[in-house]
């Protein structure tokens, strides 16, 4: 019996620029990179599988971490060869991730706590669907457990309230039951969302200082035209000035 052929990381790069064919803003090409290799390294293990929960952190990470790339027109196009890369699409990805955020929005921290436990009685459609996308992780005692999982689960919990998303004892809790209840790691996803968190501050950072050091550039080029302008204006003048003298 012969093993079949497992998808290796150059052959999902490949796959990614033949989609994506321009080059990648250098300050975002590790984003992009490691965001394609994880998601490369968890469609071939054997003990993934998909979740719309795992959509959602994929795609929260994708639009936070590229938040303010340039040339924007290019984010769909890079996105698109992301999802191709691993065998999806961008519809696949958005879609669930949508339909999750939307059904989020309308349960409070509690209620959504108790509905992705698999706990909650208080009916709707909402309720519904995250019990449905919950269920599978919780009956499968071989979940893999991934970082964009756990941002998948945080990113609920801000749809849901954002005030609590930023309360870090109530966050914990409700993270820690969560997490208890679908058999993940609780103490790695902690720390895995601290250093998404921590990530997306330094990001930020560091475009603030990218656009602060392209601001200062333009002002010193304006400054220099400017001078260059006041120079050949003064030259002219004296020029004109001095044809100007023999016969006066």
Known sequence: MTTPNVRT???TKRAFYSVHTRPINSIYRRVVEELMVEMHLLSVNAHFA?????????????????????PERDLESIFRALCTSVGSTPEHYRGDADRLRGAAASLSADQLCDSLKGTGDCGGEAEAILREVSAPVRDNPTFKYSRLFAIGLYTLLEAAAPEVASDEARQK??????????????????????????????????????????????????????????ATATATASAGATEEAPGA
């Open 173 to 230: 809790d409700i993270l820690a039951q969560v997490g208890e209840a679908l058999h993940l790691p609780t103490e790695k996803l902690e720390k895995d969302l601290e250093l998404y968190r921590s990530n997306l501050e330094k990001l930020s950072q560091a475009r603030e200082a990218l656009a602060d050091t392209l601001e200062a550039e333009r002002k010193r080029r304006a400054q220099r035209e400017a001078e260059r302008e006041a």
């Open 50 to 70: 998909y979740s719309p929960i795992y959509a959602l952190g994929v795609v929260t990470a994708y639009d936070r971490f590229m938040a303010g790339y340039s």
């Open 9 to 11: 990381v150059s052959d």
